[in-house]
């Protein structure tokens, strides 16, 4: 793993690493945009990605590279001559896991868009809100099952458009964010 960067590391010069940010790599949107792009693809090019993202191919490349110090994307293997295929570090691991750093990641991009939302959305073009809600449902284990997979579903439908086509002047991206837990009772031991 030598001269490699790893999730919240930055490469220095010649190889060294030094401490970064995890964040850091996520403080312009065009980043923001290839993380989520790439959840979406196993692999993703930077012509690919300016293509989907309506984007410079140079612009794309460049972010990439960034992501890539901050550990967050690497090569996929089968790079051929210019044509490098990127994927998430995460993609390379064993299936996500209680501690998974993607799912931290994940939790930090929806923060964090969220948070620019909030403190954007009196500017945010007309006819545009948020619709955040939440419920507390009394389910079994495969009912829980059930509900996510329908939730998966509806969204999957508008996640697979690649071309917005005519709407695009009035489309923008839109964060979709659901989480399902069993709620624990509190702990009686402080």
Do not use: K
Request: one cysteine or more; proline letters at 8%; charged letters at 25%.
């Amino acid at each position: 793993m030598s001269g490699q960067a790893r999730p919240g590391r930055e490469a220095g010069p010649a190889g060294t690493v030094r401490p970064g940010r995890q964040g850091a790599a996520l403080g312009h949107p065009l980043r923001v945009a290839l993380l989520d792009l790439l959840s979406r693809h196993e692999t993703l090019t930077a012509t690919q990605a300016a293509r989907e993202l309506g984007e410079s191919s140079g612009a794309c490349s460049f972010h990439l590279r960034q992501l890539e110090r901050y550990g967050h994307v690497e090569e996929a293997p089968g790079s051929r001559g210019r044509v490098r295929p990127w994927r998430l570090v995460a993609a390379r691991a064993q299936p996500p896991g209680p501690g998974d750093e993607f799912r931290e990641l994940a939790r930090e991009l929806e923060n964090e868009g969220y948070r620019r939302w909030l403190a954007g959305r009196r500017t945010a073009p007309a006819g545009w809100r948020d619709e955040a809600f939440s419920a507390v449902v009394y389910l079994t284990p495969d009912q829980l099952t059930e509900v996510a997979a329908a939730i998966r579903s509806v969204i999957a439908t508008f996640a697979e458009r690649a071309d917005p086509g005519q709407d695009a002047p009035a489309v923008m991206p839109v964060g979709v964010v659901a989480r399902m837990f069993p709620l624990l009772p509190a702990s009686s031991d402080g």
